[in-house]
């Protein structure tokens, strides 16, 4: 998680703003995969942070320019 957070620091994939008035963030979760090798043993441990899209309303939120994966 945290070579994550600092992937998405260095390339500047987000900013954090103040949320508008009468406004509702949209929820995100961590997604977690092990990446295995020919024997099936562990050689990577990865983790994804992702917007949870089917929150969105169409028309409204699908808009706005947002990567649901960073």
Same mark, same amino acid.
């Given at each position: 998680?945290?070579?994550?957070?600092?992937?998405?620091?260095?390339?500047?994939? #987000?900013?954090?703003?103040?949320?508008?008035?009468?406004?509702?963030?949209?929820? !995100?979760? #961590?997604? !977690?995969?092990?990446?295995?090798?020919?024997?099936?043993?562990?050689?990577?441990?990865? *983790?994804?942070?992702? *917007?949870?899209? !089917?929150? #969105?309303?169409?028309? !409204?939120?699908?808009?706005?320019?947002?990567?649901?994966?960073?």
């Amino acid at each position: 998680m945290i070579d994550e957070l600092k992937s998405i620091e260095k390339n500047q994939t #987000w900013e954090l703003i103040k949320l508008p008035g009468g406004k509702k963030a949209i929820d !995100f979760k #961590w997604v !977690f995969k092990l990446k295995l090798n020919l024997e099936g043993k562990i050689v990577k441990h990865k *983790a994804r942070l992702v *917007a949870k899209g !089917f929150l #969105w309303k169409e028309g !409204f939120n699908y808009t706005e320019v947002l990567s649901p994966v960073a």
